[in-house]
Every structure is written in structure tokens, then in C-alpha cells.
């Protein structure tokens, strides 16, 4: 490695020091707002500031952008699933994901037993 080469590393890092100093401050700052009561969007856009901090540490600390293309769709994929499971108990309260036969608990929340012709 040549000299002015690290001196380009060493810029790079300190400029992602600099931008995980200011997203810090900005999620400090983003927690003391109140967005309406809307907690979705609050949690929203947590979420996001810290997915940047995450790829700024991902990318330029664990040199991922320098990797294949397979490491970044299985880490799009990753975001996906997990959005996906995010969404799942939203689904349930919506009771899109509930049917008739899958009945659990009764009205007073006791546990529903079915007996049936099996042991």
C-alpha cells in the first residue's frame, strides 16, 4: 500500500466517524419527538436511522462494499424477511391471518379445548 492510499482510508474513516456522530445526535434528537402519537412511524424512523448507521459500518469498517453481488442480495434478502416478520403481528391484530377452525380461547380468554374423537 502506497502512502497517499492510507491516507485515503484514514479520510474515509473519519468521515464515516463524523456521520455516525451527527446520525447519533439525530437519533438522540429524533427520540424527543413525538410524531403524533403514531408509534409505527416513530419506530419507522428509528429503524431507518439506524439501518444508515449500520450500512456506513458495514460498508466502509467490514469492507462490504468491495464483496460480490451474492453478499448484498443475501443481505437485501435479510432486510426483507425482516421487514416481513415485522408485518406479521401487525397481520394478526388486522385479523387477516386468523380463520374459523383455528380457535384458541373463548371470549374470556380461557384456554379452548376440543374433545374429539382422538386421545
Do not use: C, R
Not at 13 to 42: D, H
Not at 98 to 105: G, I, N, P, R
Request: net charge negative; proline share 2%.
Amino acid at each position: 500500500m502506497s502512502h497517499d492510499n492510507i491516507k485515503d482510508h484514514v479520510k474515509v474513516y473519519w468521515n464515516v466517524f463524523y456521520a455516525l456522530l451527527v446520525l447519533t445526535v439525530l437519533t438522540v434528537a429524533v427520540s424527543y419527538f413525538e410524531f403524533g402519537g403514531i408509534t409505527w412511524l416513530a419506530v419507522g424512523v428509528g429503524l431507518l436511522i439506524a439501518g444508515v448507521k449500520g450500512y456506513l459500518v458495514a460498508s466502509e469498517f467490514m469492507h462490504l462494499n468491495d464483496n460480490n453481488p451474492t453478499i448484498n442480495w443475501t443481505l437485501i434478502l435479510t432486510v426483507i424477511f425482516l421487514l416481513l416478520l415485522f408485518a406479521i403481528p401487525k397481520l394478526w391484530e388486522n385479523d387477516l391471518v386468523t380463520s374459523d377452525t383455528t380457535v384458541l380461547f373463548d371470549e374470556l380468554g380461557q384456554d379452548k379445548v376440543e374433545y374429539g374423537d382422538h386421545h
